[in-house]
């Protein structure tokens, strides 16, 4: 699945389905993450990396962007509204800031099934190696995820947009650690009802 090296390339891995990863960026530092196969959900935080407890805030991000949904150019705020990122390529267009993770306990109270992989599962394990912990997972950004909100409030994960190859490349603008669950979710369409690898390139032009 890797391609040809991007100017400035640090690293690139394949996270498998229902994989996780996560790294310590630098100032200038791009993140870029790949659906190789289209219709994959990517869960999405940040942390500053001095101070993690200021970390990735949805409600900031919608309010100072202005949107719910984010593309192009959006900044990903703070709890302290610092802009931690900033989207600087997106192919897809479509991102989520509002359905948050996917829990064994959320699964199970929608589908009635226990048990199951969950991104949730993926940030606590994740978190773990920067010495963080549950309390840790707030409301993420859910990439390549479609999840339209109606003129009377009602919302729902629909298909998701994105084509084999879409990616979305975000910068740091500060030191940040960044985590990411490759979304193992079977019982809706947020990784098209079969999860799928994506690839993750780490650059600095």
Request: hydrophobic share 40%.
């Amino acid at each position: 699945m890797s391609g040809t090296a991007l100017p400035g390339e640090i690293s690139r891995r394949i996270i498998p389905a229902g994989g996780r990863f996560s790294a310590r960026l630098e100032a200038g530092d791009r993140l870029r993450i790949v659906d190789t196969q289209g219709q994959q959900a990517v869960d999405f935080l940040c942390y500053t990396a001095e101070l993690p407890v200021d970390r990735y805030n949805a409600p900031n991000t919608m309010k100072i962007n202005g949107n719910i949904y984010i593309g192009m150019g959006t900044k990903l705020y703070s709890d302290r509204a610092q802009v931690l990122m900033r989207i600087v390529e997106d192919t897809c267009g479509r991102h989520d800031t509002i359905g948050g993770c996917c829990s064994t306990w959320s699964n199970f109270a929608r589908y009635g099934i226990k048990d199951t992989p969950a991104c949730h599962a993926n940030f606590v394990a994740e978190l773990a190696c920067w010495s963080l912990g549950p309390s840790d997972v707030v409301t993420n950004v859910n990439f390549f995820m479609n999840v339209p909100v109606r003129q009377d409030g009602a919302m729902a994960i629909e298909a998701g947009l994105s084509k084999p190859g879409d990616y979305v490349e975000l910068i740091a603008e500060m030191p940040v650690i960044a985590i990411l669950s490759n979304c193992p979710q079977r019982s809706n369409p947020a990784a098209g009802f079969g999860p799928t690898p994506i690839e993750v390139i780490i650059h600095r032009e």
